[in-house]
């Protein structure tokens, strides 16, 4: 009997490190694909896009001011 009960423990713990690996393995893989995509731009003041034009100002009339 106690032999018996080894063994059963002895497989619970090959069981449960199995889990694990498999577990670490899926994680590993989740990760690689994060790693693949590109760098996200941090920099706030980069400019990705050109302005629209402004418009030339025109001088203010005497009822606008």
């Known amino acids: 009997m106690p032999e018996d009960r080894a ?3 002895i ?3 090959v069981a449960a490190i199995a889990e694990q690996n498999a577990y670490t393995l899926e994680i590993l893989a989740r990760s690689l694909e ?3 995509q ?3 731009d941090t920099f706030l003041g ?3 896009y050109e302005p629209f034009p402004s418009e030339p ?3 203010l009339q ?3 001011r």
């Open 7 to 9: 063994r059963r423990r």
């Open 38 to 40: 590109a760098l996200p």
């Open 57 to 59: 100002s025109a001088p």
């Open 11 to 13: 497989h619970d713990e």
């Open 46 to 48: 980069r400019k990705t």
């Open 34 to 36: 994060i790693l693949k």
């Open 62 to 64: 005497d009822d606008e």
